[in-house]
């Protein structure tokens, strides 16, 4: 999705593609966390 908007909208640039690309790892990295432990609290 990131390259898909650096290709096409003017106003992103390259810095703001990486951005976009931290952004995402850390917030589904927060989540995938998140899930995991809520998961090994309810089946353990």
């Known amino acids: 999705m ?3 908007m650096y ?3 003017p ?3 390259l810095t703001a593609a990486l ?3 931290l952004w995402a790892l ?3 990295g ?5 899930i995991g432990w ?3 609290l309810n089946h353990y």
């Open 2 to 4: 990131g390259l898909v």
């Open 7 to 9: 290709g096409t909208n």
């Open 11 to 13: 106003w992103v640039d």
């Open 19 to 21: 951005v976009d690309c």
């Open 26 to 28: 850390v917030y589904y």
């Open 30 to 34: 927060v989540t995938g966390a998140a």
């Open 38 to 40: 809520v998961f090994k």
